[in-house]
Nanobody, 114 residues
């Protein structure tokens, strides 16, 4: 089992990024999937989650209305569209299951700064 995140980068406040996460070695569509983030010196936190079929999504209050989680099960890929980014969104972003923990990937760094 492997999770590979990509799409991070440096963006100015108010900008947008789209993160991707590809899952290998398991039946991707069988699992709720989630995005997490960890800022320097802070605990890893849940950002958003989505059901296996993609019809049910939930968000942390801090990102609600700005971030959108989606998935393409045919490509075993999870996405996070991030709009109206703020400096406090700066973190390493990871994907993983919700009720099951796969081995963590390397994450993708998102830095929001002017």
């Amino acid at each position: 089992v492997q999770l590979v995140e990509s799409g991070g980068g440096l963006v100015e406040p108010g900008g947008s990024l789209r993160l991707s996460c590809v899952g290998f070695g398991f039946t991707f569509s069988n699992y709720y999937m989630s995005w997490y983030r960890q800022a320097p010196g802070k605990e890893r936190e849940l950002v958003a989650r989505i059901s296996g079929a993609g019809g049910d999504a939930n968000y942390a209050d801090s990102v609600k209305g700005r971030f959108t989680i989606t998935r393409d099960n045919a490509k075993s890929t999870l996405y996070l569209q991030m709009n109206s980014l703020k400096p406090e969104d700066t973190a390493v972003y990871y994907c993983n299951g919700l009720s099951i923990r796969f081995p963590w990937g390397q994450g993708t760094q998102v830095t929001v700064s002017s």
